[in-house]
């Protein structure tokens, strides 16, 4: 072959796979790109027709007719037999994000999801009666133990499968990637446009409702490495190394995806259906005992009436979020409160926080409701006492003793008992530094002198230091150590 044919080979070569890699990008659309941010390929692919729970992240579109996956479909029955379940779901969204650490690929999944505000169930009541019956959310809203029920609920099992290819690559890169690897003959499709499917487990998706925004779990290193996560054709076998080194030079992913399981315990929801409707025809009272978790009923003795503070789960406590703010989930690690406090105490004995943004302090129950609040003039440090009260304390005034390196400080605290405020104390107290006394080489008092002096200069000190103590306990403040945690 001579050196111009070559050439020309070569040349027409490299255009018809540009023109191939655009042609086959074209057919997913645009909106199937997941650019290369940083270091990783992070989007929220879209379940429903513009979801809301997508917005502010690079969102893709469903690939599906009428961008609505048939999983998701509200007419779609769930359940066998007499119990089925469909409308529940009223937002979906996958976060993906894939990346390569060291030089294995790495991805992890979340998947989100809000309800529709109802759901339609079928199933048969004591008589053996058909019931097909719509549930609406605002009509739950009376009955907190069937709220706390539902919000609970999720799919307990879900799988994806997604078609991939990589694409829009620099000319350098597709010079740098043929010259390697000695190209010089027409490229064909079966070699250069291999789109990679493969099915996503349900045990790698941390399910989550949307309100509560769990943090992902630690991302998995894929064990097939590569060859797991761009599964190969037997047929292309032969090109495996070069189709995953054209695979890792893209800057952007094509990609197609759809829901491929997906399960409900739809006894939960018939649970729900049964007990709203034994509370609305008067047949069962609503009780705080009548609680569950996880899909079980607990049952416990009593018939006390019911109200929010009751329906408090003991089990919340305090949470870091990604953003360094703090929030409140239960154990079994549902968001109670989203962080966005700059610190949070728990009471000792109730079922209370505080909870502090900037000079304001909320007081919030164990279901994350803000019941008080206080805005200060300055910033405020906030406590638990053993008792169970909290508190705040807000530096007031400093006075300084004398000459001395020596300060009397005000401030004043709040005690907020069972949610409210109680009272406010005013507090004393004298700070004094360690001190080191120093003598000159020059000096020539003894020791006995030295030590007299001494203990007149710290005696002078402490009789300013009181008082100026005297002054502001006339005047109704509390000396420091008498705290009213007491």
Same mark, same amino acid.
């Given at each position: 072959?001579?050196?111009?044919?070559?050439?020309?080979?070569?040349?027409?070569?490299?255009?018809?796979?540009?023109?191939?890699?655009?042609?086959?990008?074209?057919?997913?659309?645009?909106?199937?790109?997941?650019?290369?941010?940083?270091?990783?390929?992070?989007?929220?692919? *879209?379940?429903? /027709?513009?979801?809301?729970?997508?917005?502010?992240?690079?969102?893709?579109?469903?690939?599906? @007719?009428?961008?609505?996956?048939?999983?998701?479909?509200?007419?779609?029955?769930?359940?066998?037999?007499?119990?089925?379940?469909?409308?529940?779901? +009223?937002?979906?969204?996958?976060?993906?994000?894939?990346?390569?650490?060291?030089?294995? @690929?790495?991805?992890?999944?979340?998947?989100?999801?809000?309800?529709?505000?109802?759901?339609?169930?079928?199933?048969?009541?004591?008589?053996?009666?058909?019931?097909?019956?719509?549930?609406?959310?605002?009509?739950?809203?009376?009955? /907190?133990?069937?709220?706390?029920?539902?919000?609970?609920?999720?799919? %307990?099992?879900?799988?994806?499968?997604?078609?991939?290819?990589?694409?829009?690559?620099?000319?350098?890169?597709?010079?740098?990637?043929?010259?390697?690897?000695?190209?010089?003959?027409?490229?064909?499709?079966?070699? %250069?446009?291999?789109? %990679?499917?493969?099915?996503?487990?349900?045990?790698?998706?941390?399910?989550?409702?949307?309100?509560?925004?769990?943090?992902?779990?630690?991302?998995?290193?894929?064990? +097939?490495?590569?060859?797991?996560?761009? /599964?190969?054709?037997?047929?292309?076998?032969?090109?495996?190394?070069?189709?995953?080194?054209?695979?890792?030079?893209?800057?952007?992913?094509?990609?197609?995806?759809?829901?491929?399981?997906?399960?409900?315990?739809?006894?939960?929801?018939?649970?729900?259906?049964?007990?709203?409707?034994?509370?609305?025809?008067?047949?069962?009272?609503?009780?705080?005992?009548?609680?569950?978790?996880?899909?079980?009923?607990?049952?416990?003795?009593?018939?006390?009436?019911?109200?929010?503070?009751?329906?408090?789960?003991?089990?919340?406590?305090?949470?870091?979020?990604?953003?360094?703010?703090?929030?409140?989930?239960?154990?079994?690690?549902?968001?109670?409160?989203?962080?966005?406090?700059?610190?949070?105490?728990?009471?000792?004995?109730?079922?209370?926080?505080?909870?502090?943004? +900037?000079?304001?302090?909320?007081?919030?129950?164990?279901?994350?409701?803000?019941?008080?609040?206080?805005?200060?003039?300055?910033?405020?440090?906030?406590?638990?006492?053993?008792?169970?009260?909290?508190?705040?304390?807000?530096?007031?005034?400093?006075?300084?003793?004398?000459? %001395?390196?020596?300060?009397?400080?005000?401030?004043?605290?709040?005690?907020?008992?069972?949610?409210?405020?109680?009272?406010?104390?005013?507090?004393?107290?004298?700070?004094? @530094?360690?001190?080191?006394?120093?003598?000159?080489?020059?000096?020539?008092?003894?020791?006995?002198?030295?030590?007299?002096? *001494?203990?007149?200069?710290?005696?002078?000190?402490?009789?300013?230091?009181?008082?100026?103590?005297?002054?502001?306990?006339?005047?109704?403040?509390?000396?420091? +150590?008498?705290?009213?945690?007491?």
């Amino acid at each position: 072959m001579s050196y111009s044919t070559f050439r020309n080979h070569s040349r027409s070569a490299y255009h018809f796979l540009v023109l191939l890699l655009t042609c086959s990008t074209l057919l997913f659309s645009q909106s199937n790109h997941i650019p290369l941010k940083g270091k990783s390929f992070l989007g929220a692919l *879209e379940l429903m /027709p513009n979801g809301k729970l997508a917005q502010g992240s690079y969102r893709v579109k469903s690939p599906f @007719p009428g961008e609505l996956d048939p999983m998701l479909d509200p007419y779609k029955w769930y359940g066998e037999g007499d119990e089925q379940v469909c409308g529940m779901v +009223g937002d979906a969204v996958l976060y993906l994000e894939w990346w390569i650490k060291g030089s294995e @690929p790495l991805e992890r999944y979340k998947f989100d999801w809000t309800s529709s505000g109802h759901f339609v169930v079928k199933y048969k009541n004591d008589k053996g009666e058909l019931i097909n019956k719509r549930i609406n959310w605002y009509d739950l809203s009376k009955y /907190p133990n069937l709220v706390k029920r539902f919000e609970l609920i999720q799919p %307990y099992k879900i799988g994806f499968e997604f078609t991939f290819h990589s694409g829009d690559k620099s000319s350098e890169d597709y010079y740098g990637f043929r010259k390697r690897y000695n190209i010089m003959e027409d490229l064909g499709s079966a070699g %250069y446009a291999v789109d %990679y499917t493969r099915k996503i487990p349900t045990w790698k998706v941390v399910h989550v409702r949307g309100k509560e925004k769990k943090n992902w779990g630690n991302p998995a290193i894929l064990l +097939g490495s590569w060859k797991e996560f761009c /599964p190969l054709a037997d047929k292309h076998k032969d090109k495996e190394s070069r189709l995953l080194e054209l695979f890792r030079m893209g800057r952007t992913i094509v990609i197609s995806y759809k829901i491929t399981e997906m399960h409900w315990r739809v006894s939960d929801f018939v649970y729900i259906a049964k007990k709203f409707a034994a509370y609305e025809s008067g047949k069962e009272k609503p009780s705080a005992f009548d609680e569950v978790e996880d899909g079980k009923k607990e049952e416990k003795a009593g018939d006390e009436s019911w109200d929010e503070t009751d329906m408090m789960d003991s089990e919340t406590e305090v949470f870091r979020g990604e953003t360094g703010k703090w929030g409140l989930k239960s154990k079994r690690g549902r968001v109670v409160k989203e962080p966005a406090y700059d610190n949070i105490v728990k009471s000792k004995t109730e079922k209370y926080y505080m909870a502090t943004k +900037g000079n304001t302090i909320y007081i919030l129950n164990n279901n994350g409701a803000e019941v008080t609040s206080k805005t200060y003039s300055k910033y405020v440090y906030i406590g638990a006492c053993s008792n169970g009260k909290l508190y705040t304390t807000m530096s007031m005034e400093t006075y300084k003793v004398g000459n %001395y390196v020596c300060e009397v400080r005000t401030s004043e605290s709040d005690y907020f008992e069972s949610g409210k405020y109680l009272k406010t104390v005013k507090y004393c107290g004298v700070n004094i @530094p360690m001190s080191l006394m120093v003598s000159s080489g020059t000096d020539t008092r003894s020791q006995a002198q030295k030590d007299a002096d *001494e203990k007149a200069w710290k005696k002078n000190r402490d009789d300013l230091a009181e008082e100026r103590m005297s002054s502001l306990r006339a005047q109704g403040y509390q000396s420091s +150590g008498n705290s009213d945690c007491n």
